[in-house]
């Protein structure tokens, strides 16, 4: 470790309360006895209360009131940062070895009174989540050094079925996390715009010489919510939105209004029912199947296009189910 982190953890051992030798800071960090001399003489000259004492049972310790008060984190805080980290972990993040290290840190230097609470609360929370693919955590490690050195990149890209991935030149802008799945967001040589590609169908990547420019104020995840969202750039250029009127139970709306698309649209909730606002494209290609699900917990109430639509899907659908007779 370096010299700020042997000193740290110097100052994490002697927060514990206990009466630390010498012999035992540098066993425990793996230091020369007489570097640990040093970094208590410059934790002192720094102002930290610690205390020698000499003899039998002597040792460093650390005032009373200094080890009551807060370490950089308290025990709420560290209790967070485990908790957001198994999230994190779960969800693929690129750099969990490094996320480890730095908590075992937290761990290893902490008081066993702090210790104990934290292992309780971490005992009550778990994660499920589809196991994270190693090849694409490797890819989003190299992607996000990427985007944050300004570097250009080429990746080699798996488009639905096809058998060979092709290579893409991007400015890789940032990285999105949604429903599951990363997303790499960046200028695309080839289409020359800004495209969306997901990190899993990425086959190889090359750090490219070249740097680039991010457009000002430039967001990755409102450009990809709106590449999600048909309609919701489309009112400038003329397209009307239509107005959704839904009845039907409370929980059943409350899980609507939480949908990744129908709640962008919601501009009325009431206990009895809820209105969105959405293009006729979307609402007639995709709505009627999210709503089907739902049975008779709700009833499109308007408009009667949408009711149609309903009905010609659902008669689709009887249709397709029909048993076979030979």
């Known amino acids: 470790m370096s010299k700020a982190d042997n000193m740290l953890a110097i100052l994490w051992i002697l927060r514990s309360g206990r009466r630390v030798t010498a012999k035992q800071l ?28 000499a003899g039998h049972n002597g040792g460093y310790s650390l005032l009373r009131q200094f080890t009551d008060a807060p370490l950089l984190f308290d025990m709420d805080e560290q209790k967070a940062l485990m908790h957001a980290a198994i999230f994190a972990k779960e969800a693929g993040y690129p750099f969990s070895d490094i996320l480890s290290q730095a908590l075992g840190k937290l761990q290893t230097f902490t008081n066993d009174e702090q210790k104990a609470m934290v292992e309780r609360h971490m005992d009550g929370l778990e994660v499920i989540h589809p196991p994270s693919d190693a090849t694409s955590s490797k890819f989003l490690g190299e992607i996000e050094i990427a985007v944050a050195e300004r570097q250009s990149i080429t990746i080699h890209y798996q488009k639905g079925n096809d058998p060979i991935p092709e290579p893409r030149g991007i400015d890789p802008y940032g990285l999105v996390y949604w429903k599951h799945s990363w997303y790499l967001i960046g200028h695309c040589h080839k289409r020359e715009e800004v495209r969306s590609f997901r990190v899993d169908r990425i086959r190889g990547l090359e ?33 009307k939105l239509v107005t959704i009127r839904i009845g039907g139970y409370e929980t059943a709306l409350n899980d609507l209004c939480k949908h990744w698309l129908l709640g962008h649209g919601l501009i009325e909730r009431t206990a009895t029912g809820a209105s969105f606002a959405l293009d006729e494209s979307t609402m007639l290609h995709f709505v009627p199947y999210w709503l089907l699900s739902y049975g008779r917990a709700i009833r499109v109430l308007e408009p009667r296009l949408l009711i149609d639509r309903m009905a010609q899907v659902s008669f689709e659908l009887a249709e397709h189910y029909k048993p076979i007779h030979h």
């Open 26 to 53: 540098a066993e425990t960090l793996e230091i020369n006895i007489r570097t640990v001399y040093r970094y208590i003489d410059s934790l002192c000259a720094s102002g930290v209360p610690i205390i020698s004492d």
């Open 207 to 239: 750090r490219q010489s070249g740097n680039f420019a991010r457009p000002e104020g430039f967001s990755a995840k409102s450009f990809f919510m709106q590449s999600l969202l048909p309609g919701t750039d489309q009112t400038d250029q003329g397209q």
